[in-house]
């Protein structure tokens, strides 16, 4: 999920904040903390429903691999219901 501070590249290589990237897509405040993002540091290179062409982080050349690890605790939350 979002960080404070997180940033994305536009296109025409603006870096703009994420929340007012997300703003500017029409994505419902309510909706906004429970994205998933893909991120270094604060660096936001993918936002979950957003085409990749939005966002400049990454260009065609670039090779993404991605490990998707639950968290141990999601799970003992998940036990105790």
Known sequence: TRQAGD??????????KLRRF???T???AYQ???????ARGHQV???EGQPLERLSAIDQTDILHVVLVQSPDVDKSEDKS
């Open 7 to 16: 940033v994305v590249q536009l296109p025409n290589g603006v870096i703009q």
């Open 22 to 24: 997300l703003i500017n």
């Open 26 to 28: 029409k994505i419902p």
């Open 32 to 38: 906004r903390d429970q994205l998933l993002v893909l």
């Open 45 to 47: 290179f993918w936002v």
